[in-house]
């Protein structure tokens, strides 16, 4: 029979409703009874014995928050009555034991990649354009629409045919039939076909920076964009400048070369301040890119070792499953590529709040566990520097779905980093080298964190979520799992994997991490796609330090 309550760690003073429970109900629990005094919706968290203004609610063995005023047993846990608490973090206190997953299936097992000259393998074949500043996002818009529906890797125009039976109706002079005619979205056309058989797409990665705003902002960007033209899974690089920005190009240079010293991609750099026209450097850039995705076209995808994958791991759109089904399972997956040699990637430090000890503690050395420390620190005093604070992450669909304060939402966020010891701490935007899981400062915001993620090297990302969110990212597969079956069932067109199973008992985080690892392998050989790949959801937005959560 399935649980209705679960507790998830001995030292908790909280059960969480696993489905919804009626005001009144008595419940039996590891030989407690508890009767509730309201309504408990799935998700949300009742009391199991009475607290007293200001006591600690306890919640995966941590504290997530203390009682506003005096509670009772089984009283229902919600903003009103509860406040975010987070324990403060110190240095390590223990060495890292860690007993790895037992690995012999895969072993032996590899997948099927780009091999670079640089060592690394990519499990996408894509060549990025990119303007250095927000000024030049006209003409990648230009080269875009120019590249990709002669190319073929336009996405099918659904809407635009849609839009064009309205027209045909209203100049036929039916506009009587407009309010009623129906629009499948069935209706596809014809992909057109592809020109590069080997070339998974050509990609622009628009965005608003490059001048204006700080110095440090221009910096990070330019070290961003090193890290997706460094990155595995792009073959190549086109570059648009306009000239006086604060984002120049040596500055770009300086931070590919020290991602790759024997950096070898084409890289195509066009500047407009120095060009005769715009019409005569995007011609150029034309020619010149074309002739780069021939080149491109001839690397083809040969066996690699598993150690050759990175795993980005976020969550968005959390609800109060994501820390019971979805992130534990990508943390065993993680668990597994950490123990083959591979690498894994936690970010989203305001979603780490209350959990910094833990994660300490499995530092593999106090220049680690340190530099982990004076992140964390130097992020939240930027946060409330501008008036907020990390308590202040939670989202309303956040609150609304069972995650009461930061400190509860980060205590489940972090079950995505699995288990494993903590190898290497990178500040934004900084690149991924070491093998095992490294951590990430980001924000916690989905497209901002995943964006980072890849420019650190992720070359394919699991991401969980409770809500919904249809996150993607250029470059790299984003695989969406789902914390719950409900979710899977109401959005299929965004969901690819449902983990809603370790909340019904019909199977468990260990079997699931392994489910969604296989999946990690075939995605990465591409025998497969995420939604997010087949929605051409192409999500690229450059972190500003300091004020985003």
Request: hydrophobic share 40%.
């Amino acid at each position: 029979m399935r649980s209705r309550v679960l507790r998830l760690d001995a030292r908790d003073n909280v059960l969480v409703a696993l489905t919804s429970l009626p005001k009144g109900e008595t419940l039996q629990y590891a030989g407690s009874e508890y009767t509730l005094l309201s309504d408990v919706p799935a998700k949300h968290k009742f009391l199991l014995n009475d607290l007293n203004a200001g006591d600690e609610i306890i919640m995966y063995g941590v504290l997530v928050g203390r009682a506003v005023e005096n509670l009772r047993r089984g009283e229902l846990l919600s903003t009103r009555n509860v406040r975010h608490a987070a324990a403060a973090f110190h240095e390590k206190e223990q060495a890292i034991r860690w007993t790895p997953p037992d690995v012999s299936a895969w072993r032996e097992k590899q997948f099927l990649g780009y091999h670079r000259a640089d060592g690394q393998v990519g499990t996408r074949n894509y060549w990025i354009v990119l303007p250095l500043v927000f000024c030049e996002n006209r003409n990648l818009g230009v080269l875009k629409q120019a590249f990709e529906e002669e190319l073929g890797f336009a996405a099918p125009q659904i809407y635009r045919h849609q839009v064009a039976e309205l027209v045909r109706l209203y100049r036929e002079g039916k506009s009587d039939q407009l309010a009623g005619i129906s629009l499948s979205e069935g209706q596809r056309p014809p992909a057109a076909s592809k020109v590069f058989r080997n070339v998974d797409g050509i990609k622009f990665l628009l965005h608003e920076g490059g001048c204006g705003g700080t110095r440090e902002d221009s910096h990070n960007l330019c070290a961003l964009l090193a890290g997706y033209i460094h990155h595995p899974n792009v073959a190549g690089a086109t570059v648009l400048s306009l000239g006086c920005q604060h984002a120049q190009i040596p500055i770009l240079l300086e931070e590919v070369k020290r991602r790759d010293p024997h950096f070898s991609k084409p890289l195509l750099i066009f500047e407009q301040q120095k060009s005769p026209s715009e019409a005569a450097m995007l011609s150029r850039a034309i020619r010149e890119t074309f002739l780069g995705l021939v080149e491109a076209d001839k690397i083809e995808r040969r066996p690699a070792p598993l150690s050759q994958l990175c795993l980005g791991l976020k969550c968005g759109g959390s609800d109060g499953f994501s820390g019971i089904s979805a992130n534990p399972a990508i943390g065993h997956a993680a668990d597994l590529l950490s123990a083959l040699g591979g690498k894994g990637i936690l970010s989203e430090f305001p979603e780490l709040c209350g959990v910094e000890q833990e994660l300490i503690n499995r530092c593999v050395s106090d220049g680690v566990s340190n530099r982990f420390m004076q992140l964390m620190s130097d992020y939240a005093a930027r946060a409330k520097a501008v008036r907020s604070g990390f308590e202040m992450n939670p989202s309303p669909g956040n609150i609304r779905d069972g995650l009461l304060t930061d400190a509860m939402k980060s205590a489940g966020a972090a079950k995505k980093g699995g288990t494993s010891p903590v190898t290497a701490v990178l500040d934004y935007p900084e690149y991924s080298t070491q093998p095992g899981l490294n951590l990430q400062c980001t924000p916690g915001n989905d497209v901002e964190c995943v964006t980072a993620q890849v420019g650190a090297g992720a070359s394919v990302v699991l991401f969980t979520t409770g809500l919904g969110t249809p996150t993607g990212n250029p470059i790299a597969p984003v695989v969406k799992l789902a914390t719950n079956s409900d979710l899977a069932r109401r959005m299929p067109d965004i969901i690819d994997i449902d983990t809603g199973g370790i909340i019904s008992g019909e199977t468990t985080i260990d079997r699931m991490g392994e489910q969604v690892f296989e999946r990690v392998i075939q995605v990465a050989s591409g025998e497969s796609h995420t939604k997010a790949e087949l929605l051409a959801q192409n999500d690229f937005i450059p972190w500003k330090r300091g004020v985003s959560l």
